[in-house]
């Protein structure tokens, strides 16, 4: 419960401030997640099954609000708060469980909720994904090759929604949705014709808890740059 509290503070801040505000408050907790949380609670743990010495740490706070926002972003926001309304009406005052609010909100999603439980909530560590190549498939087809990395587990999650931004020399942007899955994954995508991709990058709007912490900068001068 604490995790969402948390979570609800940067939803505040989206209501009142708008979505940048929102973003920036995301980055900040999940930067500071990854490069003190197990530092100040002793280790890398998972959000649920947590040593009762750490019930009220970091992985519990903060780590607990990364991984909401994370499953906000699995569901949508529709589904994602609906779902949240449906549950305080329904279970309100009453004990429950991780895996009762995991069986309570498949009701309404269509995004597989065990091996996003399994996966972000019931296990340490973070999934990295990169990019190995993309290539044009044919017309405004594109091949995106994905390979996944785990941090501080062992486990390669399955069925990841990944939004993967595509640039072309001037700068204009693309965006198509895949599933990751395992070591690699290869997607095929659909731009928009004519549109010549020469760079591309992974959630660049943050939407998930991922083992990286990202920074876009655009290079227009020559010379050395900081």
């Not at 419960?1 to 505000?21: D, H």
């Not at 949380?37 to 890398?44: K, Q, S, T």
């Not at 296990?123 to 044009?136: L, Q």
């Not at 405004?140 to 090759?145: A, G, I, K």
Request: glycine letters at 6%; aromatic letters at 14%.
């Amino acid at each position: 419960n604490e995790g969402w509290a948390s979570f609800c503070e940067v939803v505040f801040s989206e209501s009142l401030y708008g979505t940048a505000a929102y973003i920036e408050a995301v980055r900040d907790n999940h930067k500071d997640v990854l490069l003190y949380a197990h530092r100040n609670d002793g280790g890398r743990f998972p959000v649920s099954g947590i040593p009762s010495n750490i019930t009220y740490g970091d992985h519990v706070y903060n780590k607990g609000a990364d991984i909401a926002r994370t499953l906000r972003s699995y569901m949508g926001d529709d589904d994602f708060f609906e779902a949240c309304r449906a549950w305080m009406n329904e279970r309100a005052f009453e004990h429950a469980s991780s895996y009762d609010l995991r069986d309570f909100f498949q009701n309404y999603t269509e995004a597989n909720l065990t091996y996003f439980f399994d996966q972000w909530v019931f296990a340490p560590g973070f999934p990295e994904f990169r990019i190995h190549s993309f290539a044009n498939a044919g017309g405004d087809l594109w091949d995106v090759n994905i390979l996944q990395f785990s941090h501080y587990n062992d486990l390669l999650m399955q069925e990841v929604p990944l939004e993967v931004t595509f640039f072309d020399a001037q700068l204009n942007r693309a965006t198509a949705q895949v599933l990751a899955n395992g070591e690699s994954s290869m997607e095929t995508v659909q731009l928009p014709a004519g549109f010549e991709p020469v760079h591309a990058c992974i959630d660049r709007d943050d939407k998930l808890a991922l083992a990286v912490l990202a920074e876009e900068r655009v290079i227009d001068n020559n010379g050395p740059n900081d």
